[in-house]
Each structure stands twice: as C-alpha cells, then as structure tokens.
C-alpha cells in the first residue's frame, strides 16, 4: 500500500540503529559515512552517527535532506542552523568533521550537536537540487563516502541498491524482506554483493510516520498511543562482514521420500522449514526465502530462485507439488555437494 501511495516516510527508531549498529563497528573506523536518505537532525541515523562519532572514529558524516520530506525542522528549525535561510524547507546537506564536547560535561550530547549546527555554518548548506539521492550534488557525495548507512525509500529499492553497487560502496540498509525475490536483488545475494544483516528484535521493526499518514492499519500494526507502525517483513540488508554470516546451521533430519517431496517443475526437493534441510541430501533443495536470515556461504550454495532459475521447466512460475503452487523458494546445495 505504501509504494503504491508512494508513502515511503516511515521513521528508524535509535535504539534499533544503534542494535544493528554494534556488530560493525570496527568496519566504520576512520570512514567517511553518508546518510542519503535522512534529514539531518531529524534523522535517528544522523544523531546516532554525531552523538557517537568520536566513540567509533569517524572521518566524516554527510547528511542529505530530501525537499518533501514533511519532518524537515520540526525539531531544529532550520533558522536556528547557520548557514541556512530562514525562509521555506529547502533540501540541505550536513558535513561534520568533528564534534566538539562544547559543554566541557566530559561527554558527546545532543546539546552539542545542536551547539555545532548552530554556530559552524561549515557544517551545513542548501542543496541546489531536491536532495533526491539521484541528483548530480547526492551522487557526488556517494562517491565520497565510504560506506552509506540509512532507511531508504522501500519503492525505490532496487534502484537505491543498484546505484550503491555500481559505486563499490560498504552499506547497511533496510527494506523490505520481499525484496529478495527481485530479480534484481536476488542477483545481488546470488553474487555475495549483498546479504542481510542480524535484523529486529523478534522480527519485529517498529517505525514513526508523519501524522498526515495515517490510515486505516489492520489491528496490531498501528499503535495511536506510540506513534509506531508495525512491520514483520522489514529487514536489513548489507554487504558488511558481521559474526552471523560464518554460523554454521546446526542439521539434524536425514532425507526420505515421503517427508520431502520433489517439485514438479525442477528437480529439486521440498524443504518447508529452514531447521528441517536434510543432513545427508547433496541434491537441489527448495527452502523458504527467510533461509536468508541463518544463509552461511560456506555451508551452502545458492543456485537461485523459483521463477528466475535456469532449469524451471515452466519459467516464470512458481515452484509446484502435484499441480499446487508454493510460496517463493530459494534453491540451495549443500556446499561441496556433488554436482
């Protein structure tokens, strides 16, 4: 519904930046970090970076503000940011190349973030464009960063991941688990250029949405009291080494017939549960997409997806059992299997 209605404003809570966050940090040492999907200041992703940058070393933190974003100055007006205008909600870009503890309290806070916004007019500039993450001024800072970190427009993702491997860039993103299923994406994950991350607390990724956005959520997804929008399908998708890719999926089941059957469109088997992949198989196997949250590169191979894999006698289609259509699957092979 939301990139239908073209409504991609849906807000990162910190604490699950700074969850995410904690198994890359030494990847982020003395890098320059672009948000090019944040307003800045506004953004959880922007205050996460400023109140944490001499904790993690960081060289430099762009920001990047989009013109029709409906939150920008809504917590630091933007008269109150030197080297802005007053007047209007112009896109404008943040550069921080340091940050200073100006209240001598021994610690980075949001006060001295705000100090910094406010009386270093180094640090902040109108866009010439609307800060569109395609735009000529958003491109080259893209090429400055060293690695991008930030909730992109989930309608644009492909496009978003894209651009990003085309420019050989480290990242850590969110979107859609759905996703996966791109033709696109798929050929992304089947490459080793990108795979997910540790993902939300129980599968649960909690966002802000602007008040004019609000509509008729089923029971369970909208809260009025907090503000949030529930999403059980939202993951974070990365091309960052993180302890989770080199776990080993711990397999117990040895294969029979009767508990996985084979499909009759490709020569492969059923695999419904990711915990239930057979310990002794060394042929194809069909396992559902969230296999990519436990996906060990060393344990298995990916030899693509349902509609897009060489070798489906109905290409297009979805894998089928006795006529039935099943649900997108992922087809694997034991690493080392016999071909």
């Given at each position: ?66 013109a ?35 209240n ?8 001295d ?42 309608s ?8 990003l ?10 979107g ?10 798929f ?66 089941k ?62 297009g ?23």
């Amino acid at each position: 519904m939301a990139k239908k209605a073209k409504q991609d404003e849906f807000y990162t809570q910190l604490g699950d930046i700074s969850n995410e966050l904690r198994y890359y940090k030494a990847q982020l040492r003395d890098k320059t970090i672009l948000c090019n999907c944040d307003d800045p200041f506004e953004s959880n992703f922007f205050k996460y970076f400023a109140l944490n940058f001499n904790t993690l070393d960081i060289k430099k933190l762009i920001a990047t503000s989009y013109a029709k974003s409906p939150i920008v100055g809504g917590q630091l007006p933007l008269f109150d940011i030197e080297g802005l205008k007053p007047e209007g909600r112009e896109p404008y870009a943040v550069e921080i190349n340091e940050v200073p503890d100006h209240n001598s309290d021994g610690a980075i806070d949001i006060t001295d973030v705000e100090y910094l916004l406010k009386h270093d007019n180094n640090t902040a500039r109108p866009l010439k464009d609307n800060g569109d993450f395609r735009s000529q001024e958003c491109v080259e800072f893209l090429k400055e960063a060293d690695v991008v970190i930030t909730n992109p427009p989930f309608s644009l993702f492909r496009e978003y991941v894209a651009q990003l491997v085309a420019h050989d860039k480290l990242f850590l993103i969110i979107g859609s688990k759905n996703a996966v299923t791109y033709k696109e994406i798929f050929q992304f994950i089947m490459e080793n250029k990108l795979w997910l991350g540790y993902g939300f607390a129980a599968g649960n990724a909690y966002f802000k949405i602007p008040l004019e956005n609000i509509r008729d959520y089923a029971d369970g997804v909208y809260d009025k009291e907090t503000g949030l929008v529930k999403f059980r399908n939202v993951g974070w998708f990365t091309n960052m080494d993180n302890p989770k890719r080199h776990e080993e999926i711990t397999l117990y089941k040895k294969y029979n017939p009767a508990e996985y059957p084979q499909y009759d469109n490709y020569d492969a088997i059923e695999v419904s549960k990711t915990a239930e992949i057979p310990v002794d198989y060394d042929g194809a196997m069909g396992v559902p997409i969230t296999f990519l949250d436990k996906y060990n590169p060393e344990q298995f191979e990916i030899i693509g997806i349902d509609r897009y894999t060489e070798g489906n006698k109905t290409p297009g289609k979805r894998m089928t059992i006795n006529g039935k259509e099943i649900y997108a699957r992922i087809l694997i092979k034991r690493k080392g299997a016999s071909q």
